[in-house]
């Protein structure tokens, strides 16, 4: 069993970023389901928005794991409950969002030994400049980055009554993003 996190980074009003990964974690369903792994996998959709962090309020370095707040406590056990991690990705100013940023400094030890893939999008840069700022501190936290990037440019152009509309292109992309996480989490089983 894989347990696949997908992390919706965007928060704000008239956001597109939950149609997105609604639709990327529905292609990661239908691939799991098309290799005969649909029962080996679990997904859980995170939305930022919902989960409601304050900025990191937590007193110590996460990596003491002393946590003193109810939902750092709370993140903490979603997280460390996740084999792979799937994040995305709005680009803001040629970066990731704010809101990612500060759920990953949350936690530390958590993310170690998991795989994680970048789903970016945004105009005519496909959001690839945020993906780019974002992979330092993916590795600086022992996220483990596949090699597949699903990158979705002029992302206003793919939006019909505020749902995603993604093609068989990127589904393809989403569906070896899928493969490579679940071999690289198996990988990485023994050093969690
Ligand atoms: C504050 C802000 C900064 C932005 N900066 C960029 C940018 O640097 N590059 C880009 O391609 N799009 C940029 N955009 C456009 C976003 O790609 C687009 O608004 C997208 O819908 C944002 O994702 P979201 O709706 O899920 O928040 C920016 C949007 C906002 C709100």
Redesign the pocket.
Known sequence: MTRIMIIVG?V?P????LS?AEWVRDRIQESLDGDGDGDAASLDLVDLAELNLPFLDEPHHPAKRAYTKPHTVAWSERVSAADAVVLVS?????SY?PALKNAIDFLFTEWAHKPVAVVS?????A?T?GAAALAPVLASVGLVKVAANPEINF??TRMIDGVFQGDDKLGGTVATMTRMLVETSEALKPLR
């Open positions: 965007s704000r008239g956001r597109v970023g997105v709005p680009e803001y100013n040629h969002s999008y945004g105009g005519a840069s959001g400049r992302i206003g």
